[in-house]
């Protein structure tokens, strides 16, 4: 059975920082693209951070993404937060890395909540 367990989120000021972390059990996520999406209330997923093996990394915005293959945990350090950085976060395990937050497609996480009040 996979699952991928979200940590990390929190309420904190704005400038502030937070790293999330996204724990993965009945895959390897090095075989996976890895990926972070955010859902802020009344809106869509919106795709924020993607990591695999052949696409490479790459981040919509201000943040890091990185996982730790050995511990098969995905991390998302983000800095210099802001209010409309406020959502839910979720990570994503997918074949391919699409930015399209589709919940059908791949495995996904119960998310982690962060906000960031001004």
């Known amino acids: 059975q996979v699952q991928l367990v979200e940590s990390g989120g929190g309420s904190v000021q704005s400038g502030g920082s937070l790293r999330l972390s996204c724990a993965a059990s009945g895959i390897r996520i090095s075989l996976y693209c890895m990926s972070w999406f955010r859902q802020a209330p009344g809106s869509g997923l919106e795709w924020v951070a993607s990591?695999?093996?052949i696409a490479g990394t790459a981040v919509n915005g201000r943040f890091t993404i990185s996982r730790d293959n050995v511990k098969n945990t995905l991390s998302l350090q983000m800095n210099s937060l802001k209010p409309e950085d406020t959502a839910m976060y979720y990570c994503?395990?997918?074949?391919?890395?699409?930015?399209?937050?589709?919940?059908?497609?791949?495995?996904w996480g119960q998310g982690t909540q962060v906000t960031v009040s001004s």
């Open positions: 990591i695999s093996n």
């Open positions: 994503r395990a997918d074949g391919a890395c699409s930015r399209l937050g589709n919940r059908a497609l791949g495995y």
